[in-house]
Nanobody, 130 residues
Framework: QVRLVESGGDLVQAGGSLRLSCRVS????????MGWFRQAPGKEREGVAC????????YYADSVKGRFTVSRDNDQRTIYLQMNSLKPEDTAVYYC???????????????????????WGRGTHVTVSS
């Protein structure tokens, strides 16, 4: 059974840092692309960062470039999102996701709808106070 469980969300002041984790089970993390997405209250879900299944590189939304870093530990079956210089506009529920047939990066930087991604965690809340 495919399972993705996010953790690490918290309340943090603007300028602070958080590291989110997403532990997966039911599939081999090494073989598939992974993405981090977020949904702020009243807004559409959007892509934040990803590791591509096509070339193994990391890609980022313009709004987080230079501040967020995505990484993975295949042995721990976990992907991470290091978030630095947080801003109030980063407040959202953060989700990790994967797709076995496509590349989640297509929904982060490729203009493809996030609804094309197949498997999602339940999310973790990040609140950034000003």
């Amino acid at each position: 059974q495919v399972r993705l469980v996010e953790s690490g969300g918290d309340l943090v002041q603007a300028g602070g840092s958080l590291r989110l984790s997403c532990r997966v089970s039911g599939f081999d993390l090494y073989h598939f692309g992974m993405g981090w997405f977020r949904q702020a209250p009243g807004k559409e879900r959007e892509g934040v960062a990803c590791i591509s299944s096509r070339d193994g590189n990391s890609y980022y939304a313009d709004s987080v470039k230079g501040r967020f870093t995505v990484s993975r530990d295949n042995d721990q079956r976990t992907i991470y999102l290091q978030m630095n210089s947080l801003k109030p506009e980063d407040t959202a529920v953060y989700y990790c996701a994967t797709d076995f047939e496509g590349d989640p990066c297509n929904s982060v930087v490729g203009g493809v709808s996030v609804h094309a991604v197949d498997y999602w965690g339940r999310g973790t809340h990040v609140t950034v106070s000003s």
